[in-house]
């Protein structure tokens, strides 16, 4: 039931707001009564942070393993952000929810949410030095090319039309060539 509750709090995020959703909101998307939230959640904040910890969470876990692969920097890229891209073609709501709501919500409860951001940030970060260092990707500001990397790969949810004429398959091996092959080629 947890689960479920998540999940659709998730969905009236992203279609209602953080604010612009209610416990009985949640609840009635379920099929319980609102009083029952409360025995899995102590509050709509505890579900927001959670829906957005859950979101970042497969992301971390993914990228952590490429990065310890004994495949070349250029490879764990290439993996990397098909995962990131694929994951958020198909599983969106905790990064579309960050980026409707950011500004709404006090600092304390994103605090979670921002800092398993930042380790994952860090993981590419390691993933474009190591490339620089061993000369396969040109000599960038790896600070830079993350923040320009993430930004071609987050922006993807405003776009995308799950109905449209490309997969996320098709999308995502299209974003990894622009990057790898064509930004990053030495």
């Known amino acids: 039931m947890r689960l479920e509750l998540l ?3 998730a969905k009236l995020f992203r279609k209602k707001g953080f604010h612009g959703t209610s416990m009985q909101d949640i609840a009635e998307a379920v099929g319980i009564l609102k009083g029952s939230i409360y025995y899995h959640f102590n509050s709509k904040n505890e579900i927001f942070r959670e829906v957005l910890v859950r979101g970042i969470n497969p992301v971390i876990f993914t990228a ?3 990065l310890k692969e004994d495949i070349s920097p250029r490879e764990k890229l290439r993996k990397l952000l098909h995962n990131h891209l694929m994951y958020i073609l198909e599983h969106n709501d905790s990064l579309v929810i960050f980026f409707q709501e950011r500004e709404k919500i006090p600092h ?3 605090e979670s949410y921002l800092q398993k951001r930042s380790r994952y940030e860090e993981t590419l970060k390691i ?3 190591e490339g620089v260092k061993s000369g396969e990707f040109p000599a960038v500001d ?3 090319t993350m923040f320009a990397i993430f930004g071609m790969c987050n922006w993807v949810v405003e776009w995308y039309n799950p109905k449209g004429s490309k997969s ?4 995502a091996a299209h974003m990894v060539h622009l990057i790898c092959d064509l930004m990053l080629k030495v």
Request: cysteine-free; aromatic content about 6%.
């Open 108 to 110: 304390g409860e994103l």
């Open 168 to 171: 996320a398959e098709e999308i």
């Open 142 to 144: 790896v600070q830079l």
């Open 7 to 9: 999940h659709a709090a």
């Open 127 to 129: 993933i474009l030095d």
């Open 64 to 66: 952590e393993m490429f």
